[in-house]
């Protein structure tokens, strides 16, 4: 195992049989720093999700291994997993996955009630994070009331509810106007600056410049590794983003 926070060794996942064989990920390695921000990019069937999903413990290996601060998480059983994706893990997808009968604030602290917090605390942690992402005053609000940037801050919310060790992002600006991928792109870039760990997948050439690290991914497996501007990323100027 390297020294990362999430490492994977040689992992591989395939689906089907025979001829039907898919090797979505194929040998993949991957070290992730603690703080780090690592974007994964590549065409559509690349096997981006797929790697994200094992690395959440979303989904299984067919060989080799994942770790998470420490820990080899293919091997822990359904429950461990669970408890896992509750609390060391918090993901972002394209599609929100808001829950649409809980407010803002209810969706933010679910997470967090069904880790054991206390309702007072939850509420609290949610009321800050929902501060933190700018949308104290849509707390109560729906997710129907809510324009597409807004539920993907709500989700980024309830993502980091839990404190948790890594953010898995998965498309995060898929579904958004121009406007509000500009307001997720900050919210990534104050993350970083705060030291949270992400891995990101994205066909978004802004939000991979958000990264300290950039991947490129094809047929399953890595096919290059770039450091972004002295480890930086590029995002020090959003007004060049806008056009």
């Not at 829950?99 to 969706?107: I, W």
């Not at 933190?132 to 509810?161: E, F, K, M």
């Not at 410049?209 to 995002?235: H, K």
Request: hydrophobic share 45%; with cysteine; aromatic share 4%.
């Amino acid at each position: 195992m390297g020294a990362g926070l999430v490492v994977a060794r040689e992992l591989i996942k395939f689906y089907g049989h025979g001829e039907g064989l898919v090797r979505a990920v194929d040998g993949v390695d991957l070290d992730v720093a603690q703080g780090e921000t690592v974007a994964v990019m590549g065409p559509s069937g690349c096997g981006k999700s797929t790697l994200l999903h094992l690395l959440g413990g979303l989904d299984r290996p067919s060989s080799r291994e994942v770790w998470l601060a420490g820990q080899r998480i293919d091997e822990l059983s359904e429950r461990e997993l669970a408890r896992l994706r509750r609390t060391g893990v918090g993901f972002v997808f394209q599609g929100f996955h808001l829950m649409d009968e809980l407010t803002a604030v209810e969706n933010v602290e679910l997470p967090a009630l069904l880790a054991g917090r206390s309702p007072r605390a939850a509420r609290n942690r949610a009321t800050k994070l929902l501060e933190q992402v700018g949308l104290a005053d849509r707390a109560a609000h729906l997710p129907s009331a809510l324009s597409g940037g807004q539920r993907q801050r709500v989700a980024i919310g309830r993502a980091l509810v839990n404190e948790p060790v890594v953010v898995l992002a998965d498309e995060p600006t898929g579904n958004l106007d121009s406007t509000a991928t500009l307001d997720v792109l900050r919210l990534f870039k104050q993350l970083r600056a705060a030291g949270q760990t992400i891995v990101v997948v994205t066909h978004d050439e802004r939000v991979a410049a958000t990264a300290d690290r950039l991947i490129s991914m094809r047929d399953g497996a890595f096919v290059d590794q770039t450091r972004l501007t002295g480890g930086t990323g590029r995002l020090g100027d959003l007004a060049g983003l806008e056009g």
